[in-house]
């Protein structure tokens, strides 16, 4: 399996914002959608966003619509989730993930996790 490596969580107050970055060790087309899914404590992992190396496809969930966007740097493998006007129910860990494809995003791989709190 291909390594995911995340970087970019931590604190921030609500109305802010966090970038979250996730780099694939080799490209494949295991790993040609990337994005993240979170997950709360005591709730179950839910799905972020992804995109398409390829074909450029995105994918949202309707929570962070209009908040979140995500970009790619195909030459880096490497995939970013800009997360702005956070709240605090965005508080999760977060996992970059891999796949076949962004829409529907079912992945095939996943990183360690890194935390994003967001305080009231």
């Known amino acids: 399996q291909e390594r995911l490596v995340e970087s970019g969580g931590g604190l921030v107050q609500a109305g802010g914002s966090l970038r979250l970055s996730c780099t694939a060790s080799?490209?494949?087309?295991?790993?040609?959608?990337m994005g993240w899914y979170r997950q709360a404590p005591g709730k179950a992992r839910e799905f972020v966003a992804a995109?398409?190396?390829?074909?450029?496809?995105?994918n949202f969930a309707d929570s962070v619509k209009g908040r979140f966007t995500i970009s790619r740097d195909n030459a880096q493998n490497t995939v970013y989730l800009q997360m702005n006007s956070l709240k605090p129910e965005d508080t999760a860990v977060h996992y970059c993930?891999?796949?076949?494809?962004?829409?529907?995003?079912?992945?095939?791989?996943w990183g360690q996790g890194t935390q994003v709190t967001v305080s009231a």
């Open positions: 993930a891999a796949g076949w494809i962004a829409d529907p995003f079912q992945p095939l791989n």
């Open positions: 995109m398409g190396f390829s074909d450029s496809t995105t």
């Open positions: 080799r490209r494949t087309t295991e790993t040609d959608a």
